[in-house]
């Protein structure tokens, strides 16, 4: 007989917290009564305070990937700040993105909601309690929606309306960085803040509020005054996490604001949309040592350097110098590098890098000649290239036209280079599917190009992002179109009478085997995304077809390749098989 018992009654158990694996249980029903005492040991982790960084979060044991660190629903959460002018608009009910000008209108306060029967337009969580708030707001709108319906201000409503209802949560939200010392007065972000959200609601909502109070002698809001409410929208813009589901939401977490940035996180987390809001579970992505720091990403992933270090001192207010930053050639990822274009015009087959990284002015140096560049001059070539891969790709590019830009990037870009990587997983999603590419159209030169790409992109991804944190659709993608292009060269060889006895064809066999696997790990935290969704009905129709070719023509991919198999398929005449 097992001698672990359980937590809560002594008897023998099995049942083991899935967080800290130290307490167990008999069964469900006594680790959810026990969860009060232990959810105070159970953490991995302690809070702690670093000069620079503020308070962070800090493994108090050794975790593994896929442990999980944390899990915990928001103090608040409500439509995304910042929304586009146009298009779209989220229910406040529910988040869903609606067409505002031909959809329902909420009875309560006239904004666009999904439908009158949206659970989320009545819960007090939810809209039930600003719309009490906005319908003071008498005139009605017919044109100008955007201008008079602001959803993007819902998320600062809500963070005030906490106040009274619920003190203990907007005082834990109050304790939040809002760094408010670099978002003074004089600044663009105040006066965006101040026009776009504090005005609005001052003018619109409150200054009626006031008027209503004083009438019935009974305060609704205490403190809606402009420092509180420039306040919370710097506490939103540094602390809330983005949720990318079937909605565009963000949330604020009571414990998970705490994670730090790096731009090689240790964690990877995913939502769960529940009743009583989106659940948050924070997991190892990497091997986390006791005393080291667990961290998430606030920035762009698969953006170089400087792009990334720019982004983070202007929207979270800090120079980031993790071991990526550090790091010239960003983990041997090469993803800033540029090729040097040498002297009198002849490149000299080197490498342009920053010489420091993480000096805003530094100089490119070449690792073969002489060049060196100045940051300036990097910046100007970069951004240059940036605007121009950012327009083809709107114009809803062919095939050619995105070849034809990724040769000429390539004569100043190092073909790791972000903007090439770009190019490059567009290619890969048009190789194939585009008329004139097709499965049954693409030529054989086309299908090898595509599965080159697909090999590069894989090596860049899995450097930048080793522990699958934040790319996983990227990788996704990139894993399965490798799988496409083997599978229609297979098909191909197949038909041609080139089979197993031939070492490309099990190789390529082979590997799609293992990109089947490794996708289908790879998207194992995207089944609640859309976008994830749809990609694993893919796979999984790619892994019926795949098994079946092999039962069917009896391959065994497990046995080594026969010392015997040719080396390539030009003697293919002898080796064709029959009715395999
Ligand atoms: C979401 S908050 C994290 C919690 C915060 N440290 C605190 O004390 O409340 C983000 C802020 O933490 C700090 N921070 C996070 N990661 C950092 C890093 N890698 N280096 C320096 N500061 C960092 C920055 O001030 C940033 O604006």
Known sequence: MSDIVCAECGEPAELKCSACKLVAYCGKEHQKKHWKTHKILCRPFEIAEDPEIGKCLVATRDLKPGDTILAELPVVYGPRPHMVEEGPVPCPGCCRLIIG?????????????????????????????????????????????????????????????????????????????????????????????????VSYLLDNFFAPLRILEGRSGKQVLQDVSRETIHKICGIIDVNALEIN??????????????????????????????PNGYKITIKAALHIQSGEHITTMYTHCL??????????????????????????????????????IGTDGEPCGGTQLPIDPIDDDTEWACDKCNVKLTNAEVCFLVNGIG?????????????????????????????????????????????????????????????????????????ITRKVDPGNARL?????????????????????????????????????LQESQHCLEQVREVLKNEINTPAGEKLISLIETSTKEFNKFIERNKIDLSAPIKEKAKEDETENEETKENGT
């Open 101 to 197: 000008e031909s959809s329902a209108r909420c009875e309560g306060c006239d904004f666009p909601i999904c439908n009158p029967d949206c659970k989320g337009l009545k819960d007090m969580d939810k809209h039930g309690h600003e719309c009490m708030i906005l319908g003071l707001r008498d005139i009605r709108a017919i044109n100008g929606l955007h201008e008079f319906y602001r959803q993007d201000v819902l998320l600062a409503l809500r963070c005030l309306l906490l106040q009274n209802r619920q003190p203990k949560k907007f005082a834990q939200l109050m304790e939040m960085e809002s760094h408010m010392e670099r978002r003074g007065e004089n600044t663009e972000v105040y006066k965006d803040i101040e026009s776009r959200v």
């Open 245 to 274: 589901q079937d909605a565009e939401v963000s949330a604020l977490y009571p414990t998970a604001y705490l994670m730090e940035h790096s731009c090689v996180p240790n964690t990877t987390h995913l939502f769960e949309n529940e």
């Open 303 to 340: 953006w170089g350097t400087q792009a990334r270090r720019e982004h983070l001192r202007e929207t979270k207010y800090f120079s980031c110098k993790c071991k990526r930053c550090c790091d010239p050639t960003e983990l041997g990822s090469y993803l800033s590098a540029l090729r040097c």
């Open 387 to 459: 605007e121009e891969v950012d327009n083809v790709q709107l114009s809803n590019p062919t095939v050619r036209e995105l070849d034809a830009l990724l040769n000429k990037m390539l004569t100043f870009l190092h073909q790791n280079h972000y903007h090439v990587y770009a190019v490059k997983h567009s290619l890969i999603q048009l190789y194939g599917y585009q008329q004139g590419y097709t499965p049954s159209q693409i030529t054989d030169d086309c299908l090898i190009k595509k599965a080159t790409m697909c090999r590069e992109l894989l090596d």
């Open 472 to 508: 996983p659709l990227y990788l996704g993608v990139i894993l399965h179109e490798l799988y496409l292009a083997n599978w229609i060269m297979i098909k191909r060889k197949w038909d041609r009478g080139i089979k197993t006895k031939v070492k490309s064809v099990v190789l390529m």
